[in-house]
């Protein structure tokens, strides 16, 4: 069946260091993929997105790129800040679909 | 309001009680979806309602679950005779349509002692 796999966290960073959370997934076909952001206190927001194998999506200084061949989206940013400390979620859903396969959540805690 | 809400943010009840949760979509929105996310798992679908159509109920998990909508307003989420394997934060997303992007609420803690 379809899954998807993210690292487990907390991930501590100090400000300023390079970010990445590690996902893979289980699909068959050629799912959409996604990363969802949540902050303190808030709801799920979506953050980016991929369609095909190669695309890259970005946003807010954030980016991951749709590996086919690894079946990887891993979620990268080259200088996190305090305001990114979050629970960031990866996620798969396909084409045509409405349900949305979620990981676990990876808790991302940045340091001053 | 402009987000999706959900009320109560917090339950706490007793094993075998029913409980009621409650769902505002963002207006206009056809779509209105219903998650499970249990401690340190991923979001569970668990039912989604699009427009007048009959609901896809497939991803509940049990007949102790049931949910209403009307039209295509509120709904809500009803847990009867719960459980604490029901203990989870229950989510609620809605869409413009079906496969646009969803908007999440801040979802509903629900603890059953």
């Known amino acids: 069946g379809n899954s998807v796999t993210q690292m487990e966290g907390p991930v501590t960073l100090s400000e300023e260091a390079f970010l990445t959370i590690n996902c893979t997934y289980t699909?068959?076909?050629?799912?959409?993929l996604f990363w969802y952001v949540q902050y303190p206190g808030e709801g799920l927001q979506l953050l980016l997105k991929a369609t095909k194998a190669d695309d890259k999506g970005s946003n807010k200084g954030f980016e991951a790129t749709y590996r086919k061949e690894t079946t990887s989206f891993h979620l990268e940013k080259g200088s996190v800040q305090v305001s990114d400390s979050a629970v960031y979620f990866c996620a798969l859903r396909h084409t045509g679909g409405f349900k949305t396969i979620f990981g676990a959540g990876t808790r991302l805690f940045v340091k001053a | 309001g402009a987000g999706v809400s959900q009320s109560p943010s917090n339950k706490v009840t007793e094993k075998g009680k029913d409980v009621e949760l409650r769902c505002d979509p963002i207006s206009g929105h056809t779509a209105l979806y219903w998650y499970r996310q249990r401690l340190g798992q991923g979001l569970e679908f668990l039912i989604y309602f699009q427009g007048n159509s009959a609901p896809d109920k497939s991803g509940l998990p049990s007949d102790r679950f049931s949910a209403e909508r009307t039209g295509e307003s509120v709904s809500t989420l009803t847990i009867q005779r719960t459980q604490q394997e029901d203990s989870a934060v229950y989510l609620c997303?809605?869409?413009?349509?079906?496969?646009?992007?969803?908007?999440f609420g801040d979802g509903t803690r629900l603890s059953i002692l």
């Open positions: 997303a809605s869409s413009l349509e079906l496969n646009q992007p969803q908007h």
């Open positions: 699909a068959t076909g050629y799912p959409s």
